[in-house]
């Protein structure tokens, strides 16, 4: 067995695992050490069914941050009864779910991902009661919840690595990934992935304090499932997975988007679909079409650019954005950015403030096949703040008045920088405003079938033009977009011969005529966007 693979684990240990809930550990290298106790009790599906539309991910997710968003107590966080108290703004937006960032208890606590038990839910967002209480809350408003799982690694303050870590004979340590040597010639993100701890190493390439699970340990894979059912037994709607690219390391040189990813999130996939009607959804930046094969969905990494770009009036990008559709798998999850600063600044940031070209930009993946993902506060044009940098500075307290309206305390990180103007408040009293181009586009997105499951047929890119339709059944929309600083007229072709353009957005903006032979022309005014239901 090679001394760089992830496939280093000791015998027996699904047998001595088991005794480690009563007996607290096993006996190592951590001399008197005491040893927390690991909870592997094992959890038995028990689905408690679902009360949502069929494909209620279609209409789109909001990304939220619950430290981010509302803060219920005035202790400067937020927390679940806070995000309780905004379930009617996101209704209203016109979102089919949401997704929380971990929730669970965590060693950082901030991002999350550092996660000490997958089966609590961190304090400073309150209690398992809570969240029942949210999801309960989301249901009545036909609202999905889907939760953010960490599969590749855990908190170095979880129990089970805590045991991991006291010594080669304690049963946990073939848990995680361990050598007896320091193994050479590893680079992960320009670091070694590889940390000293009593004479031996440990495998964790995003921090030192994040160690990886040896997923190659069937008793690992199997808890996980058991943490997963916890969850969906308790009405939870499905999951985020994180960093599935990263699950198996072969060596070295083979530390990424492994086969073995494939397999293991496949029989997650199965293990979920044994719910009635939940959704998942995998983070796998670099190869994010076979993870939406093995997955079902998966984050379209790179087509976010593409769309920015598209907005500023790249034709490059512009032929892109209209190919894309054609080729992406089924389950393309689209975004403009997320909580990483990897994927992006927030758009507003992007584009330098321009708001017309912010428009076209979310109305092109609203309107496009996929499931969209929509980062809280991204439908206000939050920027990021100017005192921070890196991803604290995608993830600050939602925008809610000019004042903030996050909390009546004091924020635990500093606002947006563009709060006093672009807020929840000033916008929803302006017609004109981002919010209601989003509510818009949602609205036309919840009430089409063409547009949240349709196909997409006859894209055509010329210049700074994009034109597409989507058909379902007997229904047909036709989108056209001018991502340029001129007026231009756009040369339908593809349309049934005959029928009429009735215009959808902007409301009372005309109706067209088209030609026996299937075309027509829309004069499209600069950095503009029209919708047309074709009858």
């Known amino acids: 067995m090679s001394t760089t693979t992830r496939a280093f684990r000791l015998p027996a240990v699904a047998a001595a695992a088991a005794l480690l809930v009563a007996c607290g550990g096993g006996g190592g290298g951590g001399g008197d050490e005491t040893l927390p106790s690991v909870d592997t009790s094992s959890v038995t599906a028990a689905d408690p069914g679902s009360t949502l539309d069929a494909g209620w991910q279609r209409r789109g997710i909001a990304q939220i941050f619950v430290r981010s968003y509302q803060d219920s107590d005035g202790d400067g966080k937020g927390d679940l009864q806070g995000l ?90 073939g848990w995680y990934v361990w050598q007896s040597s320091h193994p050479s010639g590893w680079s992960i993100y320009g670091s070694d992935p590889w940390h000293a701890y009593d004479g031996s190493w440990y495998f964790g390439p995003f921090w030192d304090q994040m160690p990886d699970y040896d997923l190659s340990n069937t008793t690992v894979v199997a808890w996980h499932h058991d943490n997963l059912r916890f969850w969906l037994n308790r009405g939870v709607d499905g999951f985020r997975f994180d960093a599935v690219g990263n699950l198996v390391e072969n060596g070295a040189s083979a530390w990424e988007n492994q086969p073995p990813n494939h397999v293991l999130m496949a029989a997650v996939r199965d293990m979920v679909g044994g719910y009635e009607n939940r959704y998942m959804v995998c983070e796998g930046p670099s190869d994010p079409v076979a993870y939406a094969a093995s997955c079902g969905s998966a984050f379209a990494f790179g087509h976010q650019s593409d769309l920015i770009a598209a907005a500023q009036g790249d034709t490059t990008a512009i032929a892109a954005v209209a190919a894309y559709p054609s080729t992406a798998p089924a389950g393309a999850a689209t975004f403009l950015s997320n909580h990483d600063s990897f994927a992006g600044q927030r758009p507003y940031d992007q584009l330098g403030g ?182």
């Open 354 to 535: 321009n708001v017309a070209q912010y428009k076209l930009a979310a109305a092109t993946y609203l309107l496009q096949p996929g499931i969209p993902f929509i980062y809280y506060g991204e439908e206000i044009g939050m920027a990021g703040a100017s005192s921070l940098d890196g991803d604290p500075k995608l993830r600050t307290p939602m925008s809610w008045t000019a004042a903030g309206g996050f909390t009546s305390g004091t924020p635990y990180r500093a606002r947006s920088a563009n709060v006093s103007g672009y807020n929840v408040e000033a916008e929803a009293a302006d017609a004109d405003s981002l919010l209601a181009i989003y509510k818009t586009m949602l609205a036309l997105r919840g009430s089409r079938p063409s547009i949240s499951a349709g196909d997409y047929r006859q894209p055509q890119a010329s210049g700074t033009l994009l034109s597409f339709q989507r058909t379902q059944g007997g229904e047909r929309t036709l989108v056209v977009l001018n991502y340029g600083s001129t007026i231009e007229t756009a040369a339908l072709t593809g349309l049934p011969g005959g029928t009429t353009l009735r215009s959808l957005y902007p409301a009372g903006g005309g109706n067209t005529v088209v030609s026996s032979s299937g075309e027509a022309s829309v004069l499209m005014p600069a950095r503009s966007l029209r919708v047309f239901d074709v009858r």
């Open 84 to 173: 309780i108290s905004r379930l009617d703004y996101l209704k209203a937006l016109g979102v089919g779910g949401i997704w929380l960032m971990p929730v669970t208890a965590s060693q950082d606590q901030d991002h999350g991902y550092a996660v000490k038990d997958y089966r609590g839910v961190e304090s400073d967002y309150g209690t398992l009661a809570d969240l029942d209480a949210l999801v309960a809350a989301a249901h009545a408003r036909g609202l999905g919840v889907i939760v953010d799982y960490v599969i590749n690694h855990s908190a170095a303050q979880h129990p089970a690595f805590l045991n991991s870590r006291s010594g080669s004979s304690n049963a946990f340590r």
